[in-house]
């Protein structure tokens, strides 16, 4: 009987090991709480370079795993439930309204009109989609309801020329409703499948031809991916004089935060220094909040997140130049300036409790419109998908289309001769400066996980000293990065 009662035990002791996410995952959602390694190590009691193994493959046992665990059942439920709120958010921004019809035209201030997103105007206001005067507002924002009386509706012209800049006039191109073609399944798969074979194999003929029509190929990919979108978007829309360009060859009065920023002193000795590079910088920016309609003037000390656009501002003084770069680049004038969107949030976000590293920016005047974070990411992650295919199968055709395809799209939506479906300097100058405010947090997060950040340069190169691939995962995706160089100075 003793041994039975043994074996009872043991059977009333055991259980199964509590499953664990992704190895992947698990680093991911960290990060995205914006939590580091040593204070998660140190709310569960082991070392940082413990959570660094088991966020590279290797998984805890016994008690740790069971805490583990709990913590990442419970960031998977904090980032699901925040996640939740930005999509209702971003849902009020821009709504599109199906209800047909005006409302009474004696309707007093913002009444009732049967939708709880849809209400009467006292007095007509300019159409997010437009321009022109609309009598309701959608999600708090003025918009046609009837798709006739808005200018958004108008059917878009083959090759749309630039129009005049005008204190009026509005050309609306809607992205996403010129294409209404029946689902394509690949269309980056099959373009480069046909260059090949109309170049008989050549891998060098084939990538130069596919290289050349990298334009007309990611816009038609663009109104792919927003087909049968929520947002219409105006795709020429009226520009305040601060997006135009001062001169044929000059530029305009946004500044971009670009970053040139070097280290300028290092500790006595001698000091083995990697440069990095980050992979698809440009990639990883079309996820940023744009603007959907025309841009609107405003003025005040005032930052409205349901918006985006171009904002003067006087930024804060920065303390920390020893051993972080600037979050506004690397700038010698003082006084006022106007930056995007990606720089303010930038700004706001690590002048808050949480970072507390400058004081905030003071905002003078504003141009924005009703905005969305999503609005480019299934073009985004079609993109992404392609490339990852080609790294796989080391496809270097595709991974050079793929790549000009986004950098073009980038490059060539402000005043250009080369893309005249979509004239948006002010998503042009979004998307850069997204891609400096995410080389400035590499750079943060290096810092913050004990590495000597020694340079930031561009969108993609970021130089440290210490042990990276404890912080960085090595490799070709959007995700990783991968050695650029490694060089000492200092002498031991």
């Not at 709880?116 to 300019?126: F, M, N, T, Y």
């Not at 009837?146 to 749309?160: H, L, V």
């Not at 294409?179 to 798969?189: F, M, N, R, S």
Request: with cysteine.
């Amino acid at each position: 009987m003793t041994d039975f009662g043994a074996i009872d035990a043991l059977l009333a002791g055991a259980k199964k090991e509590v499953p664990l996410p992704s190895a992947e995952e698990r680093r991911t959602m960290r990060e995205e709480l914006n939590l580091s390694r040593a204070q998660l190590a140190q709310a569960l009691g082991v070392s940082p370079s413990t959570v660094g193994g088991w966020e590279s493959g290797r998984d805890p046992s016994g008690e740790v795993r069971e805490k583990y665990a709990y913590f990442l059942e419970g960031a998977r439920g904090k980032l699901a439930a925040e996640a939740a709120e930005e999509t209702s958010a971003e849902d009020s921004a821009s709504s599109e309204s199906d209800s047909q019809g005006d409302a009474p035209a004696d309707a007093g201030q913002a009444e009732d009109s049967g939708d709880d997103d849809v209400a009467v105007l006292a007095a007509p206001q300019p159409c997010v989609l437009c321009g022109e005067p609309a009598r309701h507002q959608v999600a708090g924002f003025p918009q046609h309801l009837d798709p006739a009386e808005c200018g958004s509706a108008e059917a878009a012209q083959p090759e749309p020329e630039p129009q005049p800049q005008s204190e009026r006039g509005v050309p609306v191109v809607p992205v996403g409703r010129r294409l209404q073609t029946a689902d394509t399944p690949d269309l980056i798969g099959t373009a480069v499948a046909s260059a090949l074979a109309e170049h008989s194999g050549d891998l060098e003929s084939a990538t130069e031809a596919l290289v050349k029509r990298a334009i007309p190929d990611a816009m038609a990919l663009l109104d792919h991916s927003r087909m049968g979108g929520r947002y219409d978007v105006v795709a020429h829309p009226w520009m305040p004089d601060v997006l135009r360009k001062q001169s044929s060859r000059g530029a305009d009065q946004i500044w971009e935060a670009r970053p040139k920023w070097s280290r300028s002193e290092l500790p006595a000795g001698k000091h083995e220094i990697t440069a990095l590079d980050v992979n698809g910088a440009y990639l990883s920016a079309l996820k940023t909040h744009l603007p959907l309609g025309q841009l609107e003037h405003s003025t005040g000390n005032h930052h409205d997140r349901r918006r985006a656009g171009i904002h003067l501002i006087t930024p804060p003084d920065w303390e920390h130049d020893a051993y972080l770069p600037n979050p506004i680049g690397s700038r010698d004038e003082p006084g006022p300036l106007w930056v995007t969107e990606s720089t303010l949030r930038l700004l706001l976000r690590i002048s808050g409790p949480k970072y507390g590293l400058c004081d905030p920016p003071e905002i003078h005047e504003s141009w924005t419109s009703g905005a969305t974070e999503g609005l480019l990411e299934k073009f985004r992650i079609a993109l992404k998908d392609a490339r990852d295919r080609a790294i796989a199968d080391n496809d270097d055709v595709t991974l050079e289309y793929v790549k000009a395809m986004y950098s073009k799209f980038v490059s060539t939506m402000g005043e250009s001769n080369y893309n005249r479906e979509l004239y948006r300097p002010d998503w042009m100058h979004l998307i850069r400066s997204q891609a400096f405010a995410n080389l400035w947090w590499k750079a943060h997060r290096a810092y913050d996980e004990g590495l000597m950040v020694v340079r930031a340069m561009g969108t993609d190169e970021l130089h440290v000293v210490g042990d990276w691939r404890a912080v960085f995962a090595e490799g070709r995706g959007v995700t990783e990065v991968k050695v650029k160089d490694v060089y000492t100075v200092g002498t031991g």
